[in-house]
């Protein structure tokens, strides 16, 4: 007889398989790599959209902070559900108007050239981790199911994700969501029908919200401001907006998506819960792959195994294609203007497989996934914010692209160096030097 652990290592490898394949179209064009051609619908948009969101730190990483706070652990999600909600009723249409395929590029119409290419700078550097927490993610989440071969793991999931996306770009991230996005719904939904079977809802007894001894109402604020600015102004997230058909499909698709994190940020903080009263010895970001190898039978577990690596997978890709967008469109086009189109497709393959490699590399050497990730929001927050969000009003302000560059490298200086201590120092001292160093070169 064949090992059950044999049966669900090659039905995930044959998952991985079905995604190349699914993903296997091949863009021929700019705008098609990277923007699926401008013609996303808002169904399509927002399915797309909650892929790209629920990732290492929304799956994995929150099921930790339910496990070592509670339910206040829903925080980091439905942080992220307040900035979409910001961003659909007041800066959606607007970011689809622009026209722009990067983030970089629509602050470089805001304030020029150099502070796009500081911009891009700080995002390549902040990007690469992300990527790097979902691919170490991965790992975990594989070597918890079979034991050993961490590494392994981590080296094939990216290898999965990087082929499809250097091959078809974002027209193949969209057509693998779409099926990613409804395995995680089912494997989500089979661990917590399981995980609520054996604990009850008495669970959520004695449960404290919105603040908790775990989070006070000042934790709660920071958390919201630095990582709901990652989904108010996030670069895969406006890739996203980029990509939609017209500025009212953005602005619905925006706002849909945060009505689903709602629900989902619940039900994967109760999960956290759940595991730590049936298995309270084992380390917080092992709560989801623990309830699952210990409540569920071989094919539950490979459903389940399936469905937390479609949310790995998912994020990965994206972030790694905006990433690669950025080297090339910002970068790389940037330095040599009289590139053809040929010449931007072959870096924009190269750059991603080189990213891809790079990410990997840091991801041998990671710490725990929340941390990384607030981590590199807090320095992203610091810097970015404030001046993307102005920018929409830089004429009104009167803001100069001297204070923008400050508040760029000051507010992510300031976050890089003191952000652990002090998270919302940086968004404040780049709010700062905005408003100072424009009042003092408008002179």
């Not at 699914?22 to 923007?35: D, K, M, N």
């Not at 990965?316 to 189109?341: E, N, V």
């Not at 590199?376 to 923008?404: D, S, W």
């Amino acid at each position: 007889m064949v090992d059950n652990s044999h049966l669900t290592a090659l039905a995930l490898a044959g998952y991985l398989l079905i995604m190349i394949i699914i993903g296997a179209r091949r863009s021929h064009t700019v705008e098609s790599f990277y923007l699926a051609g401008r013609s996303l619908k808002p169904a399509i948009l927002t399915v797309t959209l909650c892929a790209t969101i629920l990732g290492a730190s929304s799956t994995m990483g929150m099921a930790g902070l339910g496990f070592s706070e509670g339910l206040t652990g829903a925080w980091w999600m439905l942080s992220g559900a307040i900035g979409l909600v910001v961003l659909s009723t007041v800066f959606a249409k607007k970011v689809r108007s622009t026209g722009c395929y990067t983030l970089p590029e629509l602050i470089g119409t805001q304030y020029g050239h150099r502070v796009r290419l500081g911009a891009s700078a700080l995002i390549l550097v902040a990007w690469i981790g992300v990527i790097a927490a979902q691919i170490v993610a991965s790992g975990k989440l594989l070597g918890a199911l079979f034991g050993h071969g961490q590494v392994y793991f981590m080296i094939l999931s990216a290898a999965a994700f990087v082929i499809y996306t250097a091959h078809g770009g974002q027209r193949s991230i969209v057509r693998t969501d779409l099926l990613q996005f409804s395995i995680l719904l089912a494997g989500i939904g089979l661990v917590l029908w399981k995980a609520l079977d054996l604990t009850g809802l008495e669970i959520l007894s004695g449960q404290s919200f919105p603040t908790s001894p775990a989070r006070s109402g000042t934790e709660v604020m920071s958390l919201i401001l630095i990582v709901g600015s990652m989904y108010l102004v996030g670069p895969d997230i406006y890739s996203r907006l980029f990509s939609a058909r017209n500025p009212g499909a953005a602005r619905r698709s925006a706002l849909i998506a945060a009505f689903v994190l709602v629900p989902m940020a619940l039900a994967i903080t109760l999960l956290g819960i759940c595991a730590r009263d049936l298995f309270p010895g084992i380390g917080p970001e092992e709560a989801l792959p623990v309830l699952m190898t210990e409540t569920l039978s071989p094919a539950g577990q490979g459903l389940v195994a399936a469905a937390l690596l479609s949310a790995l997978i998912s994020s990965a890709d994206t972030t790694l294609l905006t990433a690669t967008s950025i080297l090339t469109l910002d970068l790389y086009r940037t330095a040599r203007p009289k590139s053809t189109k040929k010449d931007l497709m072959k870096i924009s393959r190269a750059g991603t497989v080189l990213l891809g490699t790079l990410a990997l590399a840091s991801a041998l050497r990671l710490p725990e996934i929340i941390a990384t990730l607030l981590s590199a929001y807090t320095v992203f927050a610091g810097g970015l914010t404030i001046p993307v969000v102005a920018g929409f009003y830089k004429n009104k302000l009167r803001l100069t692209p001297a204070g923008a560059l400050a508040a760029l490298a000051g507010g992510g200086g300031t976050a890089l160096l003191l952000g652990n201590r002090w998270p919302l120092l940086g968004m404040a001292v780049s709010a700062m030097l905005l408003i100072v160093v424009s009042r003092i070169t408008r002179i």
